[in-house]
């Protein structure tokens, strides 16, 4: 069946190691729009660190979309919402508590902000800040301002603090919550109705599309279910073991014009 949507994680799939959007990328990206494809972003990131390259893509107005915040937010591209799976108050300071007792840091992500009371802020919720493009608000969960969805808690710290709270999260979390480690630095927890397959199902019912009309292309343990759930899954030359034996084809790595080699070869 033809290719109608193809689903993209952003790191580590379609940018480079050097965190760059490759000509070959672009190029490939602009001949399947043309050609009548729906390219939708996919990632852990919230809107404002998808934005510059929705821009360099030309991936906008109401009949773009991009998935954000791991399939927490499905969204045009001007920001328009369609669906949001977003954490309460008290999901949020029960899992606060379980930070605390660890203790490990944390922050919690809304479309406007990251906040965190830590003090000083962990150097790695600085560095998500800047590669987001979200600012650093010092302000614990009951305090975030009512208007604002809270949609993803990280549990954010050195990667030695990671490994040893990982095997501590009680399983009741465990089945409440969808907990993805994307990074050895954290530990993201998202609504329990939350991953990046959900949301791509959720988009393609909303444009009349068959699964078998998607293709996802990821690197990840969080793309896995991603590229199960499409009609195509690609897994990049530089994903995990299990992602590429999970997958349908493998295509060269981020470094090697992956992203553009699959467009070329499966979709177009």
């Known amino acids: 069946m033809t290719v109608k949507l193809i689903a993209i994680d952003i790191d580590g799939t379609l940018l480079t190691p050097n965190n760059k959007l490759a000509l070959s990328t672009i190029d490939a990206i602009k001949a399947a729009v043309a050609s009548g494809i729906k390219i939708v972003l996919c990632s852990g990131r919230p809107l404002a660190g998808v934005q510059p390259y929705l821009d360099m893509l030309d991936l906008t107005g109401d009949d773009q979309y991009v998935i954000t915040h791991d399939g927490a937010a499905i969204q045009t591209t001007n920001g328009q919402a369609l669906v949001t799976h977003s954490l309460s108050?008290?999901?949020?300071?029960?899992?606060?508590?379980?930070?605390?007792?660890?203790?490990?840091?944390?922050?919690?992500?809304?479309?406007?902000?990251?906040?965190?009371?830590?003090?000083?802020?962990?150097?790695?919720?600085?560095?998500?800040?800047?590669?987001?493009?979200?600012?650093?608000?010092?302000?614990?969960?009951?305090?975030?301002?009512?208007?604002?969805?809270?949609?993803?808690?990280?549990?954010?710290?050195?990667?030695?603090?990671?490994?040893?709270?990982?095997?501590?999260?009680?399983?009741?979390?465990?089945?409440?919550?969808?907990?993805?480690?994307?990074?050895?630095?954290?530990?993201?927890?998202?609504?329990?109705?939350?991953?990046?397959?959900?949301?791509?199902?959720?988009?393609?019912?909303?444009?009349h599309l068959q699964p078998a009309e998607t293709m996802a292309i990821g690197d990840g343990a969080n793309d896995l279910p991603l590229l199960k759930a499409a009609g195509l899954g690609v897994a990049m030359g530089n994903a995990t073991a299990e992602v590429q034996a999970a997958a349908d084809e493998v295509t060269s790595s981020n470094a090697e014009d992956g992203v553009a080699n699959a467009i070329l070869t499966y979709a177009l």
């Open 89 to 207: 108050r008290n999901d949020a300071q029960r899992l606060a508590g379980l930070a605390d007792q660890a203790p490990i840091d944390y922050h919690m992500i809304t479309p406007q902000a990251i906040y965190t009371p830590n003090r000083p802020a962990s150097a790695y919720t600085i560095r998500e800040s800047r590669l987001v493009h979200l600012p650093v608000v010092y302000q614990p969960a009951t305090e975030i301002p009512a208007g604002e969805d809270i949609l993803t808690f990280v549990f954010i710290d050195e990667t030695a603090v990671v490994d040893a709270f990982e095997p501590t999260i009680p399983a009741a979390l465990r089945q409440q919550f969808y907990l993805v480690r994307t990074d050895p630095h954290f530990i993201e927890a998202l609504n329990q109705h939350v991953s990046k397959a959900h949301a791509l199902q959720e988009l393609a019912d909303h444009l």
